[in-house]
């Protein structure tokens, strides 16, 4: 009938407004690694969730419905011996692209984006690559954030 129709129609355009944005901390300044190994980073402050598809618990974003998403990761991070600014956008725990700088001296800040189609139940999240260090405090220096473009 047309009542349960329309109430269809109604939830498939819930599933297409996603969008997240989120921080590493909630307020208490820290710094994340560094670590041997990429290592995922749970960004917990959360400021958007529009669609619930993003877990600040788990730090897993999961595609709600087929689509191409866009994903940013801005990391800053003090500068210690070797020690560097660098986190991977991971789809389904393997690497897309990755955000990296190398300083001497001060702070150090790196990003990058994608555009990835996800299938639904695809998971999206960010690793600190090694020697990384990830910092932030109630600024939200270090953030994560996506949002569906569009449906496929
Ligand atoms: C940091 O993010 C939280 C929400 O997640 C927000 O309440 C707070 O105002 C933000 N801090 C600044 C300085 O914008």
Known sequence: NQ???IERLKKNEEVKRVALSAALTVKETSIFGPYNTLTHAVF???LTNVGNAYNGETGFFTAPVKGA?????????PVGSGYTAGAALMKNGQ???TAYESQTSNYQSSSNGVILVLEVGDRVSVSATPN??????QNNHSTFSGHLLFTM
């Open 95 to 97: 690497r897309t692209f």
């Open 69 to 77: 998403y866009h994903f940013e990761v801005h990391i800053l991070s």
């Open 3 to 5: 009542t349960a129709e």
């Open 44 to 46: 917990k402050n959360v």
């Open 132 to 137: 990384s260090k990830i910092f932030d405090n």
